[in-house]
């Protein structure tokens, strides 16, 4: 056997532990950054509400789900099932956050906490909380020049759902409706609505990726989603967004992206069918 003195050893070992540096990275460290998963949000419309059944303008004002709304959150969650998310977060209305948490337990995310946001929460719409859709449909379209909602809807084309949104934000800025609404619970612009969901989803993805990446459930409503979708992806075509649909974001470079459809209704379909 070959023996070395305590110098020729105490090289040795500074050889080793250099060996195991690649590119100044420890092999611990080598192995915590090939362990980091991919970020994937789940961004999901709430389930129906009675606000969507009776044609009312819901914006912050606190709609409950439908017995129906329930139903088709626990279809998703079915249709999700086998899905780990390693996160949930919700807006700050009722619609969202029961939403979310049926997802989670039918998924078999039960244990996973829903972290609560108003920053996902829907775009305001100030003094016409709570009107008749129908009522407000030529209001709102003559702040633009068309006939009535139809019309303006056809005409928008992608851009519908933004000008809407500052339909309202134009009108309650005039005060139109003669309420006595301080600023802050006026309506939103779309670029208020665009910028704070823009801000709170990267957030979401960096603080996700700092803990290893993974899957995130989020769920917000359906004009806030689209006013965010339609300022970041070219896929987006402005059609509107059906109760507990899927848009899937990856979060790569430092950038979110849509990953697949806008607006998929693949898990609901699917959790439906394994509900019968």
Do not use: C
């Amino acid at each position: 056997m070959m023996k070395f003195g305590k110098q020729v050893l105490g090289v040795l070992a500074v050889t080793v532990g250099a060996v195991a540096m690649v590119g100044g990275t420890t092999t611990a460290q080598a192995k915590k950054k090939t362990t980091t998963k991919p970020v994937t949000i789940y961004l999901t419309r709430h389930g129906e509400t009675t606000g969507n059944v009776m044609g009312r303008v819901q914006g912050w004002s606190d709609f409950p789900l439908t017995k129906n709304g329930t139903k088709v959150a626990n279809d998703l969650g079915r249709g999700l099932k086998g899905k780990t998310f390693k996160a949930a977060y919700a807006g700050n209305l009722t619609r969202q956050q029961v939403t979310a948490k049926h997802v989670l337990s039918y998924s078999g995310n039960k244990k996973v906490t829903v972290n609560v946001s108003k920053y996902l929460r829907e775009g305001g719409y100030g003094s016409f909380e709570g009107d008749s859709i129908a009522t407000d449909n030529a209001l709102i379209a003559g702040v633009y020049g068309f006939k009535n909602g139809d019309e303006m809807m056809a005409k928008q084309g992608k851009n519908y759902w933004t000008k809407l949104q500052d339909a309202y934000y134009k009108l309650d800025k005039k005060n139109s409706q003669g309420t006595k609404l301080v600023k802050a619970d006026r309506a939103e612009s779309s670029k208020q609505v665009e910028t704070r969901m823009a801000k709170e989803l990267k957030t979401i993805a960096k603080n996700t990726k700092k803990r290893g990446g993974g899957n995130v459930l989020v769920v917000s409503s359906g004009m806030s989603i689209n006013e965010y979708l339609s300022t970041m992806t070219k896929k987006y075509k402005g059609t509107p967004l059906k109760n507990v649909s899927v848009t899937k974001l990856v979060y790569k470079n430092g950038k979110l992206s849509v990953s697949g459809n806008i607006g998929s209704m693949t898990y609901a379909d699917k959790g439906a069918k394994l509900a019968k």
